[in-house]
């Protein structure tokens, strides 16, 4: 069965501190991988999202995320983080469906 | 255009009641999917339509939930009986098609008492 896993469920970070946050699925055909995030009180959006092509894919607000298929991964990154990041974030495959990880909360404080 | 929007956004309904959830995706959008957000649960798949039939009902909890499309655009989520676990915020999101990104509403706010 498809699943997602996100190994940190709780991040804090001071600002301009370096974001990596993993993520690794298990399923061994051809997927689409996404980031979503959720800032307080709003809802899902979508961060960035790799269907091919370049495995370093640039999203918005700074955010890249690097599809690495040998190791089934697909980590998010900022280098420099804003108090203004402070969400929860979601990794999805879309195989037939889309699954979610479980979250991360990340708190950057000022 | 308008994104994905659901109705109502909160719902407080006494334990047994059936409630009814609606979703109107994005114009043009032929897959629907529900989901379930509920706190430390994450986001849980419930169903996925194309078009108007559901290919994938692997994620309804039990058979209290039941889901239906019409006209290619408006779904309703229906729970029946409703348990006090039942108690989330439910999800709806489209797309263009079923690998493409997905559009997610606001969400209903369901609360079981």
Known sequence: AQSVSQHNHHVILSEAASLELGCNYSYGGTVNLFWYVQYPGQHLQLLLKYFSGDPLVKGIKGFEAEF?????????RKPSVQWSDTA?????????KLIFGSGTRLLVRP | GAGVSQSPSNKVT????DVELRCDPISGHTALYWYRQSLGQGLEFLIYFQGNSAPDKSGLPSDRFSAERTGGSVSTLTIQRTQQEDSAVYLCASSLDVYGEQFFGPGTRLTVL
């Open chain 1, 68 to 76: 690495i298929k040998s190791k089934f991964s697909f980590n998010l």
């Open chain 2, 14 to 17: 006494e334990k047994g009641k």
């Open chain 1, 88 to 96: 929860e974030y979601f990794c999805a495959v879309n195989a037939s």
